[in-house]
Every structure is written in structure tokens, then in C-alpha cells.
């Protein structure tokens, strides 16, 4: 597949095609950024381990990562070096505005094949969204990217999942009643230590709070030892709070300033486990919102 990029989103896709090479052509049906404050995290826990699950560089600049189809209906991933066009892009279409990304094509950093998220959405005059075959005798030189099954639990299932409590704050806060069981924030269990009546068989037979501090307490080391880049990042929530968004091995926390938190861990398939504010939990929360990175103008 050449470089050549159709400026296209969605319904304004673009499949005008005069010279013959509609099939090397991609038409653009989404975009995302790549960078150290913003990513797709289904991709990773950090933004250097994002960019490694895509072989590139972490650079502090980042990446845009188009997401189309070529003539032949292939699904394709373009990430090019041209962060703030991907931004301007992002920007227009989440206002309903058309928007040209037709990126120079001495900006692509990569062509891969697959889409690393699923899209609902496909181009118009072109066969359906398939994965795209090799040349024969010939290899992409990279796995093929594919999303996550929903079916399944994991890692990238988990931040999936935190990710979308964050959109979705009212509406996740709102079905956690009063009477719900919150886990207080406090020191982790020690997990060689098991409470009386707990089954030491593994990670995945720990109680829920045991886990949750586990995952809190990691959080809390955050304060003393930075992680890399993205693992925690924060966002506009309201004039007066952020929205918090931390990962770290087999957790998720997702929480705003002002309110509880949520955790999700890959040893607990599908539960949301919200965290009383309590005494300890603002003071967390605080701190980590001051080493989170920030997304530009957020």
C-alpha cells in the first residue's frame, strides 16, 4: 500500500477517484493522537508502552494515528508525525465541521496494518472493512492490529472499560446508589499474609478490597517514584475538578477529584469497584493530579 491519503471522516469520506489508484489510496474514517498526555490506552498502561505496541518511538511530540480503508475495503493504520493537523481534525469533526486531513506524505511515520480499535463505520463505494492480505512471498513485517474482543477480559479490556466510565462520569456516578459497598482506601493487605478465612490460592481469589488497596497503594508509590509517561493522566472535568485517569499492572483507576473513584482490576473480570472518598482518598487524588500529564488547552 503507497502513502497516498483521501481526506475523508465517516460520512464525508471522499472516493472521487480520477488517475487509477483508488486501491493504494486510504480514506480516513477516524483519527485519534498518540501522545505522552492522550492516547488510546487499549494500546498499553503508559505512552511508551502504547507506542511499542505499535513500533514506533516514543517521542515527546507524538503521533496522529489515521484509521481507513484502501480501495480494496483493507482496513489500514497511518500514523504520521503531524500531531497538530490530527488535533485540528479531531477538533472540527467533534463539532460537526468537515475538515481536510491530508497530512504531507513526508509525515508518515508508519503504515500498519489493522485498526487497533473498533470502528462502527465504514467508507462508501468500497467493499467492507477486512483485514488486508500480504503480497505473496511477502510478510507486513508487523503483527496485524486488531481490537480487543469484548467478549474477553483483560488488560486491554480493563482500560477500555475505565476509559469509558471517564466519558461517562454522570452516568456511571449516578447508578452507584447510597447503599452501595464502597471499599475505604487504606494500606494494602499484605498478600503472603491472607485474612482469616480467605483462600490463598492466587490474585484471583483475593477479596475485592484487598485488591483495590493493592492497585491503591501502587497508585500512592506513583507520588515518590514517577511512572512513565501516560500512566497517569488528567482532564477538564468541571471549573472545579479534574477527571483522573491512572493504570498500573493488572489495574485501572478512573476517578474525579471532587467525587470517588472507580477501580478496575484484570483479577476481577467486569467489576466496577467504587472507592469511598473517606479522609485519605482527596488527598490521593490531589496528588496525583499533580504529576498527571495534561492534554494541551485541558
Known sequence: MSNALGRTREAAVDTTETDGTAEDE???LTAVLLTPA???????????EACAALALEAYAEGYGLLLGQDGTGARWTVAIEDVTLTACAIAAWDCGMSYDLSPDENTVAAVLPGWPLALSVRAPGVPAPHDPVPDPGHDFGCPLLTAPDPEKWGPAQRRLGADEIALQWT????????????????EAQ???SPEEGEDARGPESRPARVAVRHALGQARAYLDSPPPPGRVR????SEDARTLRADGPGWSLVARTDDIAFV??????????PVERGPELPGLLTRLDALALRPEHS
Open 26 to 28: 486510504l480514506y480516513v
Open 38 to 48: 492522550r492516547f488510546p490506552a487499549v494500546l498499553g498502561d503508559d505512552y511508551p
Open 171 to 186: 452516568q456511571w456516578r449516578e447508578q452507584v446508589s447510597a447503599e452501595a459497598e464502597f471499599i475505604q482506601p487504606g
Open 190 to 192: 499484605d498478600e503472603d
Open 234 to 237: 488528567s482532564s477538564f472535568a
Open 264 to 273: 478496575l482490576l484484570d483479577e476481577k473480570p467486569k467489576e466496577i469497584l
